[in-house]
């Protein structure tokens, strides 16, 4: 809504489809955003205001900041507690919401919870569970795919395994619905408890990757695009019946590969978002309604509503804006979710395509407006729902407590036998299966790279070695694009820190250092925005630079996959027959 343009009473909603309460500010033709920004419009500026009661009269008043001292008391007591109002939802929040690989997010709401879920590719457990109360606010609680049964990637590369899954939550039950590309193609699991345990799969007919689920009364809808376009059937959610044939419904715009649709239902049209151009820098998000799910469905003529391929964007540190979800708060508020990715070292990205969050209002239209103008920034200064702050992660995750947190994952189906605690430590069995294999799982544990700056440190101990076995601390994109820093047995029986650069069918050793008998040694690496130092240290004091290298060589740009940087411990033995373990002490992750 235009607020210069608009005419007082035609719409109940403001820039960002919420109620309006009872009085609010426009500077300009926008609402504030943040009290922080009325504040500094407020000195030293002469600033357009007008003020507007949303009593039953509506009254509207113009005035400069100038004048505002000139009020009546009554009129700056008014001010003082619409601010007061408007600063309960107005506290902003950083980009990405979710960060590091965390691509192709879905997210659903059940009474004040929200829950969303994101791709896993090879990576197991697969499809991380998140909740919030607030959509800026997110803990992992799980993961919906948790057993071999549900999730067979012993074949799946970086290119492999699960695609964009949907969450979706009706009659008491819970739905994800996903594409495992190097197994079974599409299908669902279900649960009563998100924090529990999910079904088995429910294997699904109609084709395609990205599918999704719309339920309206007793009937469920599947959308995916097995063919050049997006495609529609009704099915049964429990048995994976299809009920109905599959019917193409909408093509997109033009753009190339046309994916991740999600229907809603509102104000009797039915929307069908997707995203086209690819999930790269091109990538967008458009929409189409029809009166009918069936269609036809017509396009927006505003269409894409989210994109960074345009002049206003081009120069954002966010790029390749796509792949989203909608929802809507129980406060009336409509929201999006979606993935992009920052560009580091040039025109590379390392962390992944990660989690963004955006308002959105629905315009005279009824077609839904994206932050205004179809952007997102890193800093979102915009009205939130009431913010819940979770506690700040440990810097340190120890082993004394036997378990590892939701955040570590496998290289596809590990071997249980090979991961342990013994005395507070974490005990990896040494496994002939490299980093660089592209079957079967080598014994590594790994979790996000969720900085830009960070610091990453371990304690390693490699015993019961033979010649070339190896444990160490691996900045991992996938296998053929990895950096490692690693203990290593040698052929004269002592062991020697080494620095190794394997990229594609190339490796190269920057630097190997002799070890003190018996070592504990402390390896750590260092990221910034375009390369990587590794350091090592035996007294756990005193850290020596052994190389660094520069970033872009394992970035997607580069190396290619759909996923981002894992940071790992992992343990490699030359021969089957080794009886090589590695005891790490801690991991500790700092963002810098």
């Known amino acids: ?71 009546k008391t ?71 795919l948790t057993r071999a049964s549900q999730l067979p990637l012993h074949d799946a590369s970086a290119w492999g395994g699960i695609y964009a899954p949907t969450i979706r939550y009706n009659n008491g039950t819970f739905y994800m619905i996903t594409t495992n590309v190097s197994d079974c193609g599409n299908f669902l699991v279900h649960t009563t408890d998100p924090r529990g345990t999910w079904s088995e799969p429910v294997r699904l007919k109609q084709g395609g990757i990205d599918p999704s689920l719309y339920f309206e009364e007793d009937r469920c809808y599947m959308v995916s695009n097995p063919d050049k376009g997006i495609w529609l059937c009704e099915i049964n959610p429990k048995t994976g019946e299809q009920l109905s044939e599959s019917r193409r419904i909408w093509n997109g715009t033009g753009g190339r590969h046309p994916e991740a649709p999600h229907i809603y239902q509102k104000d009797g049209w039915y929307y069908l978002l997707i995203a086209e151009g690819g999930t790269e820098y091109g990538h967008k998000v458009t929409i189409a309604r029809s009166r009918h799910i069936e269609g036809p469905y017509d396009g927006n003529p505003s269409n894409p509503i989210l994109t960074h391929i345009n002049m206003n964007a081009q120069d954002s540190p966010i790029q390749g804006t796509g792949h989203a979800d909608l929802v809507q708060a129980a406060d009336g508020s409509w929201w999006l979710v979606c993935l992009a990715f920052r560009p580091q070292a040039g025109s590379h990205h390392l962390t ?51 378990r590892m947190g939701h955040e570590w994952v496998h290289i596809r189906n590990y071997h249980p036998e090979n991961y342990s605690f013994v005395s507070g430590k974490l005990r990896l069995k040494a496994s002939s299966i490299s980093l660089n294999h592209e079957k079967g799982s080598p014994t590594f544990m790994g979790r996000r790279q969720e900085h830009i700056g960070f610091r990453a440190t371990t304690s390693v101990a490699l015993q019961k070695a033979e010649a070339q076995d190896e444990a160490g601390l691996t900045v991992y994109m996938f296998e053929p694009a990895h950096y490692d820093l690693f203990v290593k047995q040698t052929s004269e029986g002592a062991q020697a820190v080494v620095l190794r650069y394997p990229m594609g069918l190339l490796t190269h050793i920057e630097r190997e250092v002799a070890l003190p008998k018996a070592a504990q040694v402390q390896l750590r690496v260092h990221g910034s925005s375009d390369r990587y130092r590794f350091e090592y240290a035996t007294d756990g004091k005193n850290f020596h630079r052994l190389g660094e290298i520069d970033a872009k060589y394992i970035s997607t740009e580069t190396a290619g996959g759909f996923t981002g940087v894992m940071l790992g411990m992992y343990a490699v033995s030359a021969t089957a027959s080794s009886k090589a373990y590695a005891e790490f002490e801690y991991f500790d992750y700092e963002g810098e």
């Open 1 to 71: 809504m235009d607020a210069c343009t608009k005419k007082l009473g035609e719409s109940p909603y403001d820039l960002h489809g919420r109620k309006f309460q009872d009085s609010s500010f426009i500077l300009g033709s926008c609402f504030f955003s943040t009290i922080r920004f009325l504040r500094s419009t407020t000195f030293g500026k002469t600033k357009r205001f007008i003020y507007l009661w949303m009593s039953p009269d509506k009254v509207i008043t113009a005035f400069t900041n100038l004048q505002l001292i000139m009020r």
């Open 352 to 402: 992944g395509r990660e989690t963004y969050l955006a308002p959105v209002r629905w315009d005279e239209n009824a077609w839904p407006v994206v932050n205004g103008n179809g952007t997102i920034s890193l800093q979102m200064d915009v009205p939130t729902l009431p913010q819940q702050p979770l506690a700040k992660k440990p810097v340190r995750t120890d082993f004394k407590e036997g």
């Open 74 to 144: 009554f009129m700056l007591i008014g001010m003082v507690l619409s601010l007061s109002c408007l600063a309960q939802n107005t506290e902003g929040y950083r980009n990405p919401v979710i960060p590091g690989f965390h691509p192709d997010p879905s997210v659903c709401r059940v009474g004040e919870d929200f829950y969303l879920v994101n791709s896993s590719f090879q990576y197991f457990p697969g499809v991380p569970l998140y909740h919030s109360k607030d959509l800026v606010h997110w803990t992992q609680i799980g993961h919906c």
